[in-house]
């Protein structure tokens, strides 16, 4: 488990919740969700993510971080509860952002066992968010449907770009490789 805080080696992940109604006793109505990962905590990237994933006129609630104050000049309703004067801890402040990340570190830990490399982390990010998206579709179909249609709009990937390495030398060597023998047919 590692150290506590904003000094760690931790990667630190940046949460927006769609709230699409009240708190009704322990029932949260959480819409969709937009993750990414940011370089260093307290940067301005947090703003640029709010611009980029909320439409101009939403309410934006933030915790006490004055660097998100400039969103209410940009046409954002922006509503702050600062963490540290607040009397109530953050998962009662803020509730969908801790219930998303809580739900995110219980993924990470059940599927992946806690061992999520920083190159990859934004991936496992997408990843996350499209299954919590798509946790209530009625449409099972629909959820492959967009899946095969998020390939296909989507730049391919080399295996040695996925896992961070190089071409190797034998790669190279193949190119100028006679071709194997198949089985198909070459001509219909």
């Known amino acids: ?13 940046m949460i927006a919740v769609e709230n699409v109604g009240p708190q009704v006793g322990r029932k949260l109505l959480l819409g969709r969700v937009r993750l990414a990962a940011a370089d260093a905590p307290g940067s301005k990237q947090l703003v640029d993510f709010a611009r980029t994933t909320a439409a101009p006129g939403s309410v934006i609630r933030t915790d006490g971080a004055r660097m998100f104050r400039v969103l209410a000049e940009e046409g954002f309703t922006h509503e702050y509860i600062s963490g540290y004067s607040s009397p109530q801890p953050g998962h009662v402040t803020l509730p969908g952002p801790h219930r998303v990340a809580s739900l995110l570190k219980r993924w990470n830990a059940g599927t992946h066992h806690y061992r999520v490399e920083r190159e990859h982390l934004q991936y496992y990010l997408d990843e996350f968010a499209f299954r919590f998206n798509r946790r209530r579709s009625r449409a099972r179909g629909m959820l492959f449907y967009r899946l095969l249609q998020q390939s296909v709009n989507t730049d391919p990937y080399p295996l ?27 001509e219909f």
């Not at 488990?1 to 992940?13: F, L, N």
Request: charged share 25%.
């Open 160 to 186: 040695t770009e996925l896992i961070g390495g190089t071409a190797t030398a034998d790669r190279a060597d193949d190119e100028h490789a006679e071709p194997l023998p198949s089985n198909t047919f070459s």
């Open 1 to 13: 488990m590692g150290k506590p805080g904003a000094s760690t080696d931790k990667v630190p992940v």
